[in-house]
T-cell receptor, first 108, second 112 residues
Framework: KQEVTQIPAALSVPEGENLVLNCSFT??????LQWFRQDPGKGLTSLLL?????REQTSGRLNASLDKSSGRSTLYIAASQPGDSATYLC???????FGAGTRLTVKP | DVKVTQSSRYLVKRTGEKVFLECVQD?????MFWYRQDPGLGLRLIYF???????EKGDIPEGYSVSREKKERFSLILESASTNQTSMYLC???????????FGPGTRLTVT
């Protein structure tokens, strides 16, 4: 059974900081990994999808990396803004097993 | 605008009732998923389906069943609702295995 862990559970940073969110998984035989964002009371929005053959994906200020051999992915957010405040979740594999998420607060 | 829709945003049911949660996608997606989300536990996979009339158990299938008679519709059934099934239920779909997942807005179910 795939186990997905996200650390830290919560993070608070001042505006403008660069930050890294972590996702680890136990079964490295995966086809892909996705990062999602969830705002309070809302559904999930897909941010980045990394296929197993890729090492990273970028979208604007977001960069996600994947290291299958070590069972790790990171989501890097550059120059954080208050609008980035949300819960960030990673989902691993075709059947999208999720971690518990990291709740990010960016203070003005 | 492509989307995943869920039949209700809020639902209140009584213990012992049979409950149907419906999910419809208009994107001809092969894969569909049902999750429940509880504080501190993230999203837990209940069931998923890779094709019509196919279903696979996720991590917490007990107390639930599913039906996928048509490609666009994936139903989650609570055979006899219990208070511990009070939760937010989220449906998702994806075009194929390994493709980006798209989520519906969720149904907040309260069982009293």
């Amino acid at each position: 059974k795939q186990e997905v862990t996200q650390i830290p559970a919560a993070l608070s940073v001042p505006e403008g900081e660069n930050l890294v969110l972590n996702c680890s998984f136990t079964d490295s035989a995966i086809y892909n990994l996705q990062w999602f964002r969830q705002d309070p009371g809302k559904g999930l929005t897909s941010l980045l999808l990394i296929q197993s053959s890729q090492r990273e994906q970028t979208s604007g200020r977001l960069n996600a990396s994947l290291d299958k051999s070590s069972g790790r992915s990171t989501l890097y957010i550059a120059a954080s803004q208050p609008g980035d405040s949300a819960t960030y979740l990673c989902a691993v594999g075709n059947d999208m097993r999720f971690g518990a998420g990291t709740r990010l607060t960016v203070k003005p | 605008d492509v989307k995943v829709t869920q039949s209700s945003r809020y639902l209140v049911k009584r213990t012992g009732e049979k409950v149907f949660l419906e999910c419809v996608q208009d994107m001809d997606h092969e894969n569909m998923f049902w999750y429940r989300q509880d504080p501190g536990l993230g999203l837990r996979l209940i069931y998923f389906s890779y094709d019509v009339k196919m279903k696979e158990k996720g991590d917490i299938p007990e107390g639930y069943s599913v039906s996928r008679e048509k490609k666009e519709r994936f139903s989650l059934i609570l055979e006899s609702a219990s208070t511990n099934q009070t939760s937010m239920y989220l449906c998702a779909s994806s075009y194929a295995q390994g493709a980006q997942g798209l989520f519906g807005p969720g149904t907040r179910l309260t069982v009293t």
